[in-house]
């Protein structure tokens, strides 16, 4: 097969969605569902069996939470499916900002009787940003719900997204009986027994006509269906697939993952109409360029960077998404700052499994394994020309200065810190005057997540203390003078991020709207765009 028609057979997705919504639960099913794991929540990992495949993190595992984005790769009916996991917790929103950058769909799952929650609307704004393909998946439909038509109106009304149900739910919670496929006309029957392990694969259908409905389902059942069913055919849009791959329609699942009720119907439509590896902008040589997917040279953005994943080695690795070309064992790689990496161990990933990939396609996603020479948002490519858009940097909203308990081990604590910020887990900002290291988070649990890290991965402790700041931003001027001399005059408010890039440290908001009016010819900026 060539390379264009590999890279045609790739799904690249991500699944987002708030805490306890499912989404973990969703991905080992989803796994399931595509012949990848054979029991949910088991893995044969070193003698630790049955803990959720893709939450290998001590502190995810403790509370059930998904904190870094891991890829999984699995094959089904023909297609290559490359699902990479993000952090449901809106903490963590940066770190699915990157992943985002590197699928070309999202999979939104949503409780059925929570919707869309106010804290974590950031993560599915995200996903607007970008324009990205959004299908949703309603899940926990066996426990009580909320009424469909009102969960299709909330995200209409808070994501803009025109809803296009594929399938209708018939009733919610005890009385829960199924969906009806509303293109083909077949009603999939849930099938509810205690205590026994769900039945994988797709669920039982029958004919949809009334006659067969009334006959199996419950009379008060059977009316909800039949007029609900109505009401979205009349009042909702058809789907569009056009619309859909704009970013500007969604189509709706309903189901229940920890049931295996409605997955395999999931990934039956994101075969249908998940996109392939889409088109990238990029700049060559300073010129704007298109990467396609079919493409002949090797090119490749680092969207993440994962360091200990094996707790026995010190080992770092960058995830490559691949953009253009066949990748090959062995091949040599170039960053645009003209570093060369010889990639003799690209890996492919089940969760914490890995395997060698010895080929690898646009729309895959490698791990490079590297000593610290790649870092979040590097390109890398054959001839080392090709740069490709950039993956933000957000202002953290919380700061605190770290300290170390053994004051001997200051220096390790800086090297832990680094390679910490290196992985895009938090922001690390050196102040002009003093020591200090102060350690910037969007939300608090990342600061537990560093304690935990820091703890198991350097054998430190670490304590975050107050800072004498709350607000960073990066500044920037077209007159490199100007910024210089703003710099020399506020020493204490300054200082600079890991990249050696000039950042404002204020007090508040308010001081930063003072230094901007009176410093015109300054950008303060709340993000900083990193080419990658």
Known sequence: ??????????????????????????????????????????????????????????????????????????????????????????DFSEDTYRTLTAADCAVMVLDAAKGIEPQTLKLFEVCRLRDIPIVTFINKMDREAQDPIALLDEIQDKLQLDTAPLYWP??????????????????????????????IGPATRIPGDDDTLTATLDE???????????????LLPDFDEEAFLGGHMTPVVFGSALRHF??????????????????????????????????????????????????????????????????????RLKTTAGKQLNIHNPMMFLAQDRGIAETAYAGDVIGVPNHGQLRVGDSLSESGDIQFGGIPNFAPELLRRARVKDPMKAKHLRKALESLAEEGVTQLFKPTIGSDMIVGAVGQLQFEVMIERVAAEYNLEVVFEPA????????????????????????????????????YLAKNAWDVGYAQEKNPDIRFTATKERML
């Not at 959720?52 to 993190?57: A, V, Y």
């Not at 990934?267 to 990467?291: C, F, M, N, S």
Request: hydrophobic share 35%.
């Open 1 to 90: 097969m060539s390379h264009e028609q590999e890279a045609a057979r790739r799904r690249t997705f991500a699944i987002i969605s708030h805490p306890d919504a499912g989404k973990t639960t969703l991905t080992e099913n989803l796994l399931l569902a595509g012949g990848a794991i054979r029991a949910a929540g088991e893995v044969a990992a070193r003698g630790e069996a049955r803990r959720t495949t893709s939450d290998w993190m001590k502190i995810e595992r403790d509370r059930g939470i998904s904190v870094s984005a891991s890829v999984m790769t699995f094959e089904y009916d023909g297609l290559v499916f490359n699902l990479l996991d993000t952090p449901g917790h809106e």
């Open 170 to 199: 018939a009733a919610s919670g005890q009385r829960f009986a199924g969906m009806m496929d509303l293109k083909k006309q077949e009603f999939c029957q849930f099938e509810r027994k205690p205590g026994e392990a769900p039945r």
């Open 220 to 234: 008060s059942v059977y009316e909800e269906l039949s007029e609900g069913a109505e009401m979205a055919t009349t």
């Open 262 to 331: 409605g997955v395999s119907e999931l990934l039956r439509t994101l075969h249908e109409y998940a996109p392939a590896p889409r088109d990238q902008k990029a700049e060559k040589k300073g010129e704007p360029v298109t990467i396609h997917a079919s493409d002949k040279p090797v090119a490749g953005f680092v969207f993440k960077i994962q360091a200990n994943m094996d707790p026995n080695h010190r080992d770092r690795v960058a995830f490559l998404r691949l953009c253009s070309g066949e990748f090959k064992r062995g091949m």
């Open 468 to 503: 004498p700041y709350n607000v960073a931003r990066w500044m920037s001027s077209d007159d490199p003078k100007l910024l210089e001399a703003f710099l020399d005059k506020n020493k204490s408010y300054s200082g600079t991020d890991l990249d050696g890039a000039p950042v």
